[in-house]
Structures are given as C-alpha cells and as structure tokens.
C-alpha cells in the first residue's frame, strides 16, 4: 500500500549504495542471495528468542532485498533475478513467522499457522496476475522497473516488513499482530481477484464479426 510513496523518497539514497556496489563487483543476485542467508539467520535467532537481535539481522536482510533491484537497474535486470528475489522473499516471510511458533509453540502456534495459511493468498493472486499480465503483454513502471508484473495492495512489501519488525519488538502480542495481518492478506487477495476479473475479462470477449455486406 506504501511501496509507491516510499519507493520516492528511498530510491536515490538505494542508488548511490548500488552504484558502490556495482564499482566493488558485487551483482544483484549476490545480495539476494545474501539477504536470504540473512533471513534465515533471523529466523533461527527468533527460534532462540533472542528477538532484538534478530531484528536487526532482519532488517539487514531487507536492506540487501532493496539493494539487489537497484543493483539490477544499473546493470541489467533478468529473469533469474527476478525469479530469485520474488521466490526468497517469501521464503523468508514464511519462515520468519513460523519461527515464532517455534519459539513458543503453546502461545503462538496457532496464530503462526494462520498468518503462514494467509500468506498464500495475496501470494497466489500477485504471481498468478503476472502470469497472464505476461501473457497480454501488460506493462507497469509503477513500482519501478521490475522483472514481473507488480500488482499492488495492503500488504506489499513495507507493511509486511513492518509487521515483521513489530513482532520482533513486541513479541508479547504475536498472535495479535499476527491475526491482523492475516485478515488484511486476505482482504488484498479479494482485490487482486476483482482487479484480475476486471482487467482479464474483458480480454478474453469473443470479438463479434460484421455482418457481410450483400
């Protein structure tokens, strides 16, 4: 829901890191595959809960997650590194959450399996709408450059980061932070649904042929 309007205020400074980048030989694909190896470091700290820590390392993780796609419009975007950086990222998130039931199982188990369940909503609508918008030939810049289609909602990037961080700092309310997310995962599924029915629909009307002329 914020990606656009922090995407202006966070893409120059994320520039000038990747053009360091660039210089020291490091490519997009390295920082993703950083970031993810961060994420699970993460995790396993959540598990030992050891939360703050954690979310210092989480949010590393997501700085290099930004890193990778400016390192990538500097040099050339692929797919591969497109597919790499959709696929972790949602790795990362799934396995973030269920860190937290292994932490305290009893208290959070539950919550952790529903948010994990709700995950696959807007998860499925966003790569599935990429999917035909491919097929069409439909194009958006609205998030950037991006390898794939980019398909908005109230639970983008930011806000999940953002929910993330916050159980790191108050993991006393998981289940509840957890529950709330869960909800409006489900409510950008119901969005992407109408936005998918509303934009594909009308692209697969038979056309109907002109009478012949007599």
């Known amino acids: 829901m914020f990606d ?3 995407r202006r205020h966070i893409d120059k400074p994320l520039a000038a890191v990747a ?8 490519s997009a694909n390295a920082a ?10 993460a995790a396993a700290l959540i ?6 820590v954690a979310l ?8 290099l997650d930004g890193l990778d796609g400016a390192i990538a419009r500097q040099t050339r975007l692929t797919d591969v590194g497109g597919y790499l950086d959709i696929t972790l990222d949602f790795m990362v998130y799934a396995v973030i959450v269920f860190a937290f039931a292994l932490a305290e199982p009893q208290k959070n188990a539950l919550a952790a399996a529903f948010l994990t369940a709700s995950f696959m909503a807007p998860a499925a ?3 599935a709408y990429a999917i035909f918008a491919a097929k069409h030939g439909i194009t958006t810049e609205i998030r ?3 390898s794939l289609y980019y398909l908005g909602g109230l639970t983008e990037g930011f806000e999940t980061i953002l929910t993330l961080s916050l159980m790191c700092a108050l993991p006393e309310w998981f289940s509840v932070i957890a ?8 409510i950008t599924a119901g969005t992407r649904i109408a936005a998918a029915v509303a934009t594909f629909g009308p692209l697969e009307m038979p056309v109907t042929s002109a009478p012949a002329e007599r």
């Open 56 to 63: 210092g390392v989480l949010l590393a993780s997501r700085f």
């Open 125 to 127: 609508t966003f790569l």
């Open 144 to 146: 950037g450059a991006k």
């Open 19 to 26: 053009r360091r980048a660039v210089a020291l030989g490091i």
């Open 32 to 41: 993703t595959a950083v970031g993810f190896a961060l994420g699970m470091v």
């Open 179 to 186: 529950v709330v997310y869960a909800v409006l995962c489900w």
């Open 4 to 6: 656009a309007a922090i």
């Open 47 to 52: 598990a030992a809960q050891l939360y703050w």
